[in-house]
């Protein structure tokens, strides 16, 4: 649902087209000609090859993960080397069959608190750009629908509807 202010229209002074507004939230403007976004603003017939990403996990969780591992198999080595595995106990052997799985579940805890984050790539100049990156699926979604729907407007040179403009198929009297 939009709200009353979402949808505005304004001249674009430098051609005397209209601009509309499809997205506005602070810091993120899309109009049927810009596209700003955090003190960068691009034309949005200029940009081109528009595909979405996930960026990269967090480091913390990386990190977390890769020395939980390493520990495990040093653990594991220091064990296997010095014979230490044929004495262990069967609980011994439990204990560590469960602190194997560690890593794995720091990976899923990581991965589902602090998710990777949503990025809006595009060629803008002939320069693949990153475009726009958010940690909010809802408003990237938004943001992205909004920027297809300005190149849209752009390429087909306003806001009119193609099939009002043309005629109505009907089929021929048999």
């Known amino acids: 649902m939009r709200s009353p202010d979402l949808l505005s229209v304004a001249p674009d002074g430098a051609k005397g087209r209209i601009s509309v507004t499809l997205y506005r939230q602070p810091g ?18 200029e940009l081109s090859e528009l595909h979405t990403a996930r960026g990269p996990h967090d480091r913390l969780t990386v990190r977390a993960v890769g020395v939980t591992g390493v520990l495990l198999a040093a653990i594991g080595i220091t064990l296997g080397y010095t014979g230490g595995l044929y004495r262990l106990t069967a609980l011994a052997y439990l204990t560590l069959g469960i602190l ?24 803008y100049r002939g320069t693949t750009t990153l475009l726009f990156t958010s940690d909010q699926e809802r408003e990237f979604g938004q943001v992205t629908r909004a920027l297809v729907r300005a190149r849209e407007v752009a390429r087909l040179g306003g806001l009119a509807d193609p099939v009002a403009m043309g005629e109505v198929w009907r089929p021929l009297p048999r």
């Not at 810009?34 to 017939?45: C, D, E, I, K, L």
């Not at 194997?100 to 720091?106: D, E, I, N, Q, S």
């Open 100 to 123: 194997t799985l560690v890593p794995v579940l720091l990976a899923v805890a990581g991965n589902r608190w602090r998710p990777p984050a949503y990025e809006l790539w595009g060629t």
């Open 28 to 45: 993120i403007c899309v109009t049927s000609t810009w596209f700003t976004v955090g003190g960068n603003r691009y034309p949005v017939s």
